[in-house]
């Protein structure tokens, strides 16, 4: 019976404690599992707040870089910072406007400008003169040598100072609308030292606690290397990990060993936090990528946006095409209201474009004043088109102001096998063709652009050798007596002869003035004219100036170098400039004449009575001669008006004391009207046509043998050599 009841009890126990150990298995089973999804709960929380507080640092940097980056691209890019970087002044007048400045702005504590050749300008630091190379070191002279490029976005970089760390950022100082072949410009750079009082406006604005500035990481604290721009850490943002999971597992301990039920509701917290952590990261990321591929100001894409939208359109749509729009006349809308105009001025545009017609697909700003449309759909393009123009066919208003402007459209139709880059690019491409066909217009992408673009980049590698092998040479028009038909003068003209054949100054000058050519091209002509005309003494040599010549600050430089190492008498020389120079940029092209007229250099306004020149400025300027353009030459036989007004252009000159030179002249007829008129000086194939230097000595020394033949029956015999000739091209300007 015992041991029957010892079986039974026996037979309960077995299973109670099966039972037992099962839960205790269970059980601990359960708190391993909830320790270690704790403990992993605990690390977690701790590495996602120390990312969180990692990418904040990053952040941090970044913004404190961009804040200086901006700062010096809009001191930089300034016409006023352009235009008085070369003069006198500007060390005083950079002084002003940065160097007293860095005494207390929070943007930056030290400006520095920093010439072509190298020498500090300009250099303060809190309000201060101060060494900079001494202060950032040698990797300060590679920054500048980087960053002395137009066009390019602010050079910068952390330094290892004296004193510290310091952010730089430098760019080259530069007109707002810099064109290609500016020279060697002067350099800003503006620096922000990371003192205790910046790192602590860090610590607050990106919520790191304890943020401070070390030489070294320290063991048991987070940190963020500082690189200077060799990669190299030279310093360390070091700020302790708030480790907000060690706190959760403090306060749920006790209740983990309590109850599985409070470990469970834990865990559904914890899930239910994850999830809406999820979430909240989800909406975050959406948001990044928002503004990853929208423009700030106007909400329309942007130019990465542009391209993924592209990407994305179904290659098989027909007729995607990209249009791009270029508002005319935006620059004078800033200059005249200011940026806040024109940025309402933009989200007009911007809201106007995306809803101008029913096909657009995507509408984007790629920067600027500048828009893209993308259209989808079978109907013609003119509705489009149409649609755009008649956004602007009305001046807006913006606050009580009328502001007009016109666009510029170019247009590309997408094909199979072409990128979104590539689509991008030809339309841009048409754009460009219409800004140069005169603005407000709309050009379609046509393969010829890229074929003649092509021929252009040929033609400008054959130019550059051409100049580099001295293939172009002069040739030399003569410039006569009214009274004696002798000559007395000589103006020099550019020819090229190619293997393919001459080439037009009226092609190659203006591709040496777009690529930057233009320099070397004048240098070399005033070279070569020298070097001929220095075999006829007593004669006078005109020479042909380009305005990007002239306006070149160091032009006035390199023609007296010229002059020095040629030994040529500068009174010789006469330097022909048009009259659009006086329009565009009287102020250099004066100090450019003021600084050669005081070797003794001549200037002659050239195609007088066909521009725009004023009677002051031609009182202002003080030329030594003008040449009466060959258009009112021309016009002399075609209405009766043409000798009145040649005469009265003629008598505009003469009674501010300018001599005249008449060119043009073909005929007898003309030749006897100029003389009646008052011009002292003649020019034509009449008198003679350009001819290479050999030709022009034997002319000279024909006429010295034959000196007592009569004025006319030089100009006769002169008639029929040059009847021989034929001319090369178009005169050098």
Not at 50 to 56: E, G
Not at 385 to 410: D, Q, Y
Request: charged share 20%; proline share 5%; net charge negative.
């Amino acid at each position: 019976m015992w041991s029957t009841l010892a079986g039974r009890v026996r037979a309960h126990i077995s299973p109670i404690a099966a039972a037992t150990a099962c839960f205790l298995a269970v059980a601990f089973l359960l708190t391993g599992l909830e320790t270690h999804v704790v403990m992993t709960m605990t690390r977690s929380a701790n590495e996602i707040d120390d990312a969180r507080a990692n990418r904040a640092a990053h952040a941090a940097l970044d913004a404190f870089a961009s804040r200086l980056g901006a700062t010096v691209k809009d001191n930089a890019i300034w016409d006023d910072a352009y235009a008085t970087v070369g003069s006198s002044t500007f060390a005083d007048w950079a002084y002003e406007n940065w160097g007293k400045t860095s005494a207390d702005y929070p943007l930056y504590d030290a400006a520095i400008v920093i010439g072509p050749g190298g020498n500090a300008i300009s250099a303060f630091s809190k309000g201060k003169p101060f060494e900079p190379r001494d202060y950032f070191g040698k990797a300060f002279d590679r920054q500048i040598e980087a960053a002395a490029s137009p066009h390019s976005a602010p050079l910068i970089n952390f330094f290892k100072t004296k004193t510290g760390v310091a952010l730089a950022a430098s760019q080259a100082i530069q007109p707002f609308n810099a064109a290609k072949g500016l020279p060697k410009p002067s350099v800003l750079t503006f620096s922000k030292e990371l003192t205790p009082e910046a790192i602590d406006t860090l610590s607050q604005e990106y919520g790191l606690d304890g943020l401070r500035l070390q030489s070294t990481p320290e063991p048991g604290l987070l940190s963020n290397a500082i690189t200077d721009m060799n990669g190299g850490a030279i310093a360390y943002l070091v700020w302790p990990s708030k480790a907000p999971g060690n706190a959760v597992f403090e306060e749920v301990y006790p209740y983990i060993a309590a109850s599985v039920g409070i470990l469970m509701l834990f865990l559904m917290a914890a899930l239910l936090a994850g999830m809406f952590e999820t979430q909240r990261l989800r909406r975050q990321a959406e948001a990044a990528r928002f503004v990853a591929r929208h423009d700030c100001l106007s909400g329309l894409l942007n130019r990465h946006g542009l391209l993924e939208t592209l990407e994305h359109v179904d290659s098989a749509a027909p007729d995607v095409s990209l249009y791009v729009i270029n508002l005319d006349g935006f620059k004078a809308v800033n200059d005249a209201w200011g940026h806040a105009v024109g940025d309402e001025l933009i989200n007009i545009v911007a809201n106007a474009l995306q809803g101008c017609h029913r096909q657009i697909l995507a509408a984007a700003r790629l920067g600027g004043d500048e828009f893209a449309l993308v259209r989808l759909g079978l109907a013609a393009g003119s509705g489009m088109e149409n649609a755009i123009l008649g956004l602007f066919a009305e001046p807006f208003k913006i606050g009580g102001r009328t502001i007009e402007v016109r666009a510029s459209i170019g247009v590309a139709l997408r094909a199979n096998d072409i990128t979104p880059l590539e689509l991008l690019r030809r339309a841009g491409m048409a754009l460009c063709r219409a800004k140069e066909n005169g603005k407000s217009q709309i050009v379609a992408y046509d393969p010829e652009f890229d074929r003649e673009r092509q021929r252009l980049a040929e033609l400008e590698d054959g130019l550059r050798n051409a100049i580099r092998n001295g293939v172009i040479e002069p040739a030399f028009q003569p410039l006569v007596s009214a009274a004696t038909g002798a000559i007395i003068g000589l103006e020099a003209l550019a020819r090229w002869r190619s293997p393919a054949g001459n080439i037009s100054p009226e092609v190659f000058v203006p591709l040496a003035e777009k690529s930057g050519l233009i320099d070397a091209l004048g240098a070399h002509m005033l070279r070569r004219s020298i070097e001929h005309a220095r075999n006829w003494p007593g004669l006078s040599l005109s020479v042909n100036v380009s305005p990007v010549q002239l306006c070149n600050p160091d032009f006035a430089a390199q023609v007296t170098a010229i002059l020095k190492e040629s030994g040529f008498d500068a009174t010789r020389l006469t330097l022909e400039i048009t009259e659009g120079v006086l329009m565009t940029s009287p102020d250099q092209a004066r100090r450019s004449i003021d600084q050669l007229r005081r070797v003794g250099i001549k200037f002659a306004l050239d195609d007088f009575g066909c521009g725009y020149a004023s009677i002051g400025a031609l009182r202002q300027f003080g030329f030594d001669r003008v040449k009466i353009d060959r258009s009112l030459v021309s016009g002399v036989g075609e209405n009766d008006s043409g000798v009145g007004v040649l005469r009265a252009t003629i008598a505009l000159a003469t009674a501010l004391g300018i001599p005249v030179t008449a060119e043009g002249i073909e005929n007898q007829w003309q030749m006897e009207i100029l003389r009646d008129c008052g011009c002292d000086q003649l020019q034509g194939f009449l008198v003679g046509k350009p001819a290479p230097p050999y030709e022009i000595s034997l002319r000279l020394h024909r006429e010295s043998a034959g000196a007592q033949l009569s004025g006319q029956s030089m100009v006769q015999e002169e008639t029929m050599s040059a009847s021989k000739y034929r001319p090369l091209g178009l005169r050098f300007n």
